[in-house]
């Protein structure tokens, strides 16, 4: 035989010998990653069924189920008294309104007043997310007794009530830049100082939601207005 070809026959043998243990070498490798991943797998499912059986787990998911559903009868108790809409009240419903709950905003406006349409679609905006404050309107020409009790002055005039008593309230837009654009998240953020609303973290918007809002509220008031 030519030693050449026998050369050649032995490299080929020695090479199919390398490339069957790299084989080998390689379904062992599988195996092992196999073995991992199933052991892994058994060891997910019994933490996750000790997670299950965990008691202080347990506990915490029924305490806020508790708190959610406690604080879902909370809003519907506020709702059937008026709360999370921006109503209109009559003279004679003023006192049993904002004496029924702990904090009210009542605006007293004219139906001629430019201003005082562009603070009622800012407070019908915001009475809706602040479900713990009602929110009032009451036409000024047809309450003097109040206009005249309260020492209203200027229209609108947003007065804050806690437990019936008039703790402090809004003239004009003096304390919002004094201009009519201003912003309903300005006028949130001026009511939460003074204390008659709560952050409501729960449904807080962003900015752009806000601006939306100021869109509709300026597009309504004057439809004739550019969007933004």
């Not at 997670?51 to 998911?61: A, S």
């Not at 806020?64 to 003279?91: C, D, S, V």
């Not at 020409?141 to 008593?165: D, H, Y």
Request: glycine share 6%; net charge negative; hydrophobic share 35%.
């Amino acid at each position: 035989m030519d030693p050449d070809s026998v050369k050649s026959t032995l490299s080929n043998l020695a090479f199919g010998n390398v490339m069957a243990a790299a084989a080998r070498d390689y379904q062992k490798e599988v195996l092992a990653q196999e073995k991992v991943q199933a052991s892994s797998s058994v060891n997910e499912d019994i933490d996750l069924d000790e997670l299950m059986d965990d008691p202080e787990l347990e506990k915490l998911h029924a305490d806020r189920i508790a708190a959610l559903k406690k604080e879902a009868e909370k809003r519907q108790a506020l709702k059937r008294q008026g709360h999370g809409e921006y109503r209109e009240i009559t003279e004679g419903d003023f006192l049993g309104e904002v004496t029924g709950s702990e904090k009210v905003i009542c605006h007293f406006y004219h139906r001629e007043f430019y201003r005082c349409k562009i603070m009622d679609k800012h407070l019908k905006s915001l009475a809706p997310i602040h479900v713990d404050t009602k929110f009032l309107k009451l036409d000024a020409e047809n309450a003097p007794f109040f206009v005249t009790k309260l020492g209203i002055k200027t229209l609108p005039c947003v007065i804050f009530f806690r437990n019936g008593i008039a703790s402090d309230r809004l003239v004009g837009f003096q304390d919002l830049g004094g201009k009519d654009d201003f912003s309903t998240k300005a006028l949130e953020g001026f009511l939460l100082k003074k204390g008659i609303i709560k952050e409501n973290k729960k449904e807080e918007e962003d900015d752009d939601s806000y601006d939306d809002r100021n869109r509709s509220v300026r597009s309504s008031i004057n439809p004739d207005s550019d969007s933004d």
